[in-house]
């Protein structure tokens, strides 16, 4: 007779980070909505200074995006503005509590940001070849971040929603004012607006890879560890995803 193994739960994600990912995760749905919104009004983009109906667009949606995915409605500019300059500065300041907060208490040096180890070829290869495969992670290497999901972090947290946030400063009137340099910096407000849907379109692919992800992970258990912060240990071997054999803080 076999007896079963006791579970090992760890306290995985701090206060600061299930309340700041909630709150991003719905900023940014509501975001990209109504950004979708506001790009119907001309579902075309450039790149430099100006553009217009007789300018050459790199990009052109015919009949826009569909109503059911943009807020408030398919045709409202204005209202989709208001709701855009809202929950943007909402995302910007819940951005910036969750930085300053963790660099205070060290969680980007300890949990998000890879060692030299993690970064070896072989190591970053390793991870690869078991993400390509969609497989588990288990035993010690569950309990902390593994390098891809750093790295994406990394890419997020100080490139993408910096760039989005800047790009988004540069389309204002209002803010050309405050900081003029904007302009130069982007190559003009349509280069700035072509910059913004890319970057909005890479964290929307951002997002759906965290999705499968989490799936992949045990969506229960994961959104579990997000709400509460105890995250049940996958039982299962050490493996090569854990070079530095720590267990997560």
């Not at 052109?60 to 995915?69: A, D, E, Q, S, V």
């Not at 949990?111 to 070829?121: C, G, M, R």
């Not at 902390?144 to 490139?159: E, G, H, S, W």
């Amino acid at each position: 007779m076999t007896t079963q193994q006791p579970r090992e739960v760890v306290y995985r994600h701090t206060r600061i980070v299930r309340v700041a990912h909630w709150i991003n995760a719905l900023c940014f749905l509501l975001l990209l909505m109504s950004g979708l919104q506001i790009f119907n009004a001309h579902p075309h983009l450039y790149w430099g200074q100006a553009g217009a109906n007789f300018d050459t667009p790199w990009l052109t949606i015919p009949g826009g995006i569909p109503g059911l995915l943009t807020l408030p409605s398919y045709h409202d500019l204005a209202t989709g503005r208001n709701w855009h300059f809202f929950l943007a500065w909402c995302l910007v300041i819940n951005g910036a509590t969750y930085i300053i907060v963790s660099l205070i208490n060290r969680h980007f040096a300890r949990d998000i940001l890879p060692d030299k180890q993690e970064l070896a070829p072989n190591h970053l290869w390793a991870e690869v070849v078991h993400h390509a495969q969609f497989k588990r992670i288990t035993g010690p290497a569950a309990k902390r971040y593994n390098t891809l999901q750093k790295l994406a972090y990394v890419a997020v947290i100080f490139v993408l929603f910096p760039l989005i946030v800047l790009t988004g400063l540069t389309m204002s009137p209002g803010f050309n004012a405050i900081a003029p340099f904007l302009l130069d910096i982007f190559g003009g407000r349509q280069s700035a607006r072509s910059l913004h849907f890319i970057a909005a379109n890479l964290l929307v692919a951002f997002l759906v890879i965290h999705l499968v992800e989490v799936v992949v992970a045990g969506a229960w258990n994961e959104i579990r560890s997000m709400i509460t912060g105890r995250f049940v240990v996958p039982p299962g071997p050490a493996t090569a995803l854990n070079p530095v054999g720590e267990d997560a803080p």
